[in-house]
């Protein structure tokens, strides 16, 4: 059964919401916590992209490759004077909960995303990334 957002069968892939394939379980950032932390976080849990709150709204992301890129071009700067918000990509775009798999792809794909947080009623409730969307994908053309 393909999974959309009222949960009733479909067989059509634009039936599918980006919701119903997001990774809910989040780890997040505020902008004052230290990079030290962030770093950390994406070792510990094995991530790539961090959402970053301020009073329950997204207000940035922070990736590796974000990250990667500022320490890379100038390796000797002290982490200990920098913040998530120095680093996170702001603003940022977010899709909604209901929006379909395929409209999803082609934005993440036309915008050169590896991820992006997704919003239900202007909240942060999940983020979804390239792989969860190749794994769906996959999962689908299975089913035909």
Partial sequence: MIKTTNQTQCSDVDCV???????????????SDSI???????????????????????????STSDFN???????????????VGTFMTWPVDCVD????????????????YHAMPVVKDDKLVGIVSTSDIILELLNFTKQL
């Avoid at 919401?17 to 902008?31: A, D, R, V, Y």
């Avoid at 976080?41 to 709204?57: A, G």
């Avoid at 500022?70 to 913040?83: A, F, G, K, Q, V």
């Avoid at 909960?97 to 050169?112: C, G, Q």
Wanted: glycine content about 2%.
């Fill in 17 to 31: 919401c980006i919701g119903s394939i997001m990774k809910t379980n989040l780890k997040q950032l505020n902008e």
């Fill in 69 to 83: 890129k500022e320490w890379l071009s100038d390796p000797n700067i002290e982490l200990t004077d920098y913040t």
């Fill in 36 to 62: 030290y932390k962030a770093l950390e976080m994406f070792k510990t849990y094995q991530i790539r992209h961090l959402p970053v709150v301020r009073n329950n709204k997204i207000v940035g992301i922070l």
């Fill in 97 to 112: 909960y209901n929006r379909p798999l395929t409209e999803v792809a082609a934005l993440i794909s036309h915008k050169h």
